[in-house]
């Protein structure tokens, strides 16, 4: 009641509304759970059958499943399946197994009863396992199909398959040991069989002579590629198709001819190939189902008869030609071939030689012409020159004739039949031989009498020739040497005066050639007795070795008192330089002194000079100067002798080096009235040098120019560029320097003056010729008396000063000396 008062409606009037709005909603409600309960119990029933249907599908495919598990394990073969997983998981590892069904008896391990792929591979022969696991590993890894044969390290053979079956990779193992190892056999000779038949016809059809095939009635059925281009066919089974016939029907009708009684038939004949006229060797075989034929071109053969026939001609004419006397007797005896110099040498009539007289008609005239050795018994003589006609061995003798000849006499089998005869007249090679021996024996007593040992060893490192001096050098036996003693014999003969075995290895390899190379070489021998010998070994022509021994003891001793006497000179120098450098830095701090006093007393710093006081301050201001340049020269080389002077290398612009030093010389020019000039471009760059020293050169080059030119001579300086190099000259007309002279004008301490000129301190061209070379240049000297002299010093433009401890470089060879 409360509850329909709060909705605002009377108890009593509503009370009945809704009794019957709740009994409706009830229904409602109990017909929706029945409806859900029917539809629960629908629902329930299919999924139970669908339950049923699946647990009666998986029943069967367990069935089935089973069904191919039992038929793989009754499957003779091994069968080897690789998984998904098994073909993701690394090689090696136990997830790459494949899983193995059917029958492995034969592949098991007795030992351990497991069998897996690996264990597998060490059963197969090395190289089939190789070709087995590739094969594998493409089947696994790019699902590629194979099928071989394997063979195991037993015997047994295994026909090996592999092929992808979805996810999986698949290698079935077949025992093919006995039948199925028969029929692959058979399979493998018949696939040589058809692949040989195939190779045997494509080099029938690729061979370069005409071939062809037949059949029963005569009508061609198969041409090689060499018989269609033969007959102008565009291919063999144009040729075929065509009936194009390469041969005759004369040459046809003969083969078949001889076909008809025989199994083969050959005819030579002549045929037209290619547009050519050819010669052909032709053969038929006949076979069961027609015949074969083929045609071999001898085109070739018949030139080449034919230019035998010219060599033959040839022959003979060259034969004609030769100094050698040569005869030619056929079968029956008789003459029928003699060149001009038998003629010549017998003095027989050539008609009566060109009529064929015979053998024994020869011999006699030439006894009557006292043109035969003498014989006891002439006939029996002329009776063995006929055995040759049967003998197969050749006769050689020598005949001395009546008339101070000898000739030697060859005899042979004619090939063709016969004798030929030659016939040489070695009456000058005698007496060659004979002024040969002469000689020969005039050189052994030249030898013979040699200061130097000579000794000759053969090829085989025998010692064939030894003079005198050879035994005394080595204080030999000349009864022991005379067996041709080997060279091992013989150094054991030497070794009692050097027991050193290095200069016998030497002798040794270079008689016998152990070395493998055969060159000249020389050296020196310092034996125990101080005894010096030089020698030489010399490779002969002939294989032989010439040695030769020279005892230089006097001379060596004599050499080494020079040397030392050239160390004791070279001693003295460097004493006489090292007083020098130390004498000059003695006198530069006086000489400094003098200088500044003598400037102070010219400047009237402390009273006034009259003339003659001026005069006198001058000269020795000017004396003064000269001496501490003479000084500062002497330090300069000093330091360049000691490797101790470095040069401060910049980039120099060389017209300003060049015109700097022409401000220089100004005033020493005009004193002495010369005419200076400058040759140089002003674009002529820089170069990379040390310009104190660059500046120093120049004007030592024009001191040393002013010092020899008169008034009026002219003084030219100049600068040149080239490629990699430049050139800094000063040429002058002045009195030039004597060729005598030239030759060590750039030594220390030398200097040429004339007669009314002052001798310089000779320090000016040897300090330019230092620095020049310093900078990885050289000097060159021009100069002619009267004439004038040019000194040209080349410098690289980029310095490349010597190495530490060196005093100079080398000038080019093709550079004189200064």
């Known amino acids: ?72 394990a009754a499957e003779p073969d091994a069968v080897f399946i690789w998984t998904p997983e098994s073909l993701r998981a690394a090689p090696g590892t136990f997830q790459a197994r494949p899983r193995i069904v059917g029958s492995t008896a034969t592949l098991v391990d007795p030992s351990s009863g497991d069998l897996d792929f690996s264990y597998l591979l060490t059963r197969l022969e090395p190289e089939n396992a190789g070709r087995l696991n590739t094969a594998v590993q493409r089947l696994r890894t790019r699902g590629a ?59 029938l059809m690729q061979a370069p002579f005409a071939a062809w095939r037949r059949d029963g009635k005569g009508n061609l059925v198969w041409v090689n590629a060499a018989y269609a281009r033969a007959v102008d066919a565009a291919s063999p089974d144009d040729a075929v198709t065509r009936g194009l016939e390469l041969l005759g029907e004369e040459t046809l009708a003969t083969l078949r001819r001889t076909l008809f009684d025989r199994a083969r038939a050959r005819e030579r004949s002549h045929a037209i190939m290619a547009g050519e006229r050819r010669a052909l060797d032709i053969v038929e075989q006949r076979l069961s189902d027609g015949v074969a034929g083929i045609a071999i071109d001898v085109s070739d053969l018949d030139e080449a008869e034919a230019e035998l026939r010219r060599h033959i001609e040839s022959h003979a004419a060259t034969l004609d030609r030769v100094t050698t006397a040569v005869a030619i007797c056929g079968p029956d005896k008789r003459l029928t071939f003699h060149n001009r110099a038998y003629e010549t040498l017998w003095g027989l009539d050539p008609q009566w030689l060109d009529g064929g007289p015979s053998d024994n008609e020869i011999l006699d005239e030439l006894r009557a012409r006292r043109r035969l050795p003498e014989q006891a018994n002439f006939q029996a003589w002329k009776q063995s020159r006929m055995e040759i006609y049967t003998s197969t061995e050749p006769l050689e003798e020598f005949w001395h004739l009546p008339d101070g000849r000898t000739v030697k006499v060859l005899a042979q089998a004619h090939p063709f039949g ?35 040992g000579v000794a000759v ?66 050296g020196r021998l310092i034996r125990p007795d101080n005894t010096v010998v030089d020698y030489a070994m010399v490779p002969l022509p002939d294989g032989a070795t010439l040695m030769t021994y020279v005892d230089v003891t006097d001379s060596t001793q004599m050499e080494q008192a020079l040397r030392d006497r050239n160390d004791a000179l070279e001693t003295a120098d460097r004493l ?42 001058q000269g020795i201001l000017e004396s003064s100067e000269t001496l501490i340049d003479v000084v500062n020269d002497i330090l300069d080389l000093a330091i360049i002798e000691a490797g101790a002077m470095t040069l401060d290398l910049s980039d120099v612009e060389l017209s300003e080096v060049i015109y700097a030093t022409e401000e220089f010389a100004q005033r020493p020019a005009q004193k002495n009235k010369v005419v200076l000039k400058v040759e140089c471009p002003k674009e002529i760059g820089t170069v990379r040098a040390d310009e104190k020293r660059i500046k120093q050169i120049m004007i030592n080059l024009l001191s040393n120019s002013l010092a020899f030119t008169s008034p009026g001579d002219t003084i030219v300086i100049g600068a040149a560029r080239h490629e990699s190099s430049v050139e800094l000259y000063v040429e002058d007309t002045g009195v030039g320097i004597k060729p005598e002279f030239q030759g060590n004008v750039f030594d220390r301490f030398e ?44 410098l690289p433009v980029r310095a490349a000063p010597p190495a530490t401890g060196t005093t100079s470089a080398p000038a080019p060879a093709n550079v004189e000396a200064g």
Request: hydrophobic share 40%; charged share 25%.
């Open 751 to 794: 200097a040429h003056g004339g007669s009314d000129r002052r001798r310089g301190a000779g320090l000016g061209l040897s300090l330019v010729r230092s620095f020049v070379e310093l900078h990885g240049g050289w000097v060159t000297l021009e100069s002619a008396p009267d004439v004038g002299t040019r000194v040209t010093c080349h």
């Open 576 to 617: 006489k330089s090292e007083f020098i450098s130390h004498v000059s830095y003695q006198l530069r701090t006086p000489l400094t002194n003098i200088l500044g006093f003598g400037e102070i007393l010219e400047a009237e710093m402390f009273g006034t000079l009259n003339q003659r006081q001026h005069e006198y301050m």
């Open 1 to 72: 009641m409360e509850t329909l008062a709060v909705l605002g409606l009377p108890s009593e009037a509503a009370a009945e509304p809704a009794v019957a709005t709740s009994f409706a909603i009830a229904a409602g409600l109990a017909f929706a759970g029945i409806l859900a309960a029917i539809t629960g119990l629908r629902t329930a029933r299919a999924a139970r059958r669908v339950a049923l249907e699946r647990e009666a599908s998986l029943s069967a495919l367990e069935a089935r499943l089973d069904a191919a598990e039992s038929i793989l």
């Open 418 to 452: 016969g004798v030929i005869y030659l016939y040489e007249n070695v009456t000058e090679r005698l007496n060659l031989e004979s002024s040969y021996n002469t000689l020969a024996r005039v050189q052994r007593e030249t030898i013979d009498h040699l200061y130097e």
């Open 457 to 522: 060893f053969g090829s085989d490192g025998r010692l064939k020739l030894f003079n005198p001096a050879f035994l005394n050098i080595w204080a030999l036996d000349a009864d022991k040497l005379a067996g041709e003693p080997h060279v091992n014999e013989l150094i054991e003969l030497c070794r009692p005066l050097m027991a050193g075995e290095r200069e016998w290895e030497t002798l040794r390899n270079g008689v016998t050639g152990m070395s493998g190379m055969r060159t000249p070489q020389t």
């Open 145 to 203: 199909r194979f099928s071989l044969h394997v063979q195991s390290t037993d015997g047994r053979t295994f026909e090996a398959e592999g092929r992808p079956a979805g996810a999986l990779a698949v290698l079935w193992l077949r025992d093919v040991t006995g039948e199925r190892a028969e029929v692959s056999r058979l399979k493998e000779r018949l696939r040589q069989a058809e692949f040989s038949r195939g190779r045997f016809e494509e080099h």
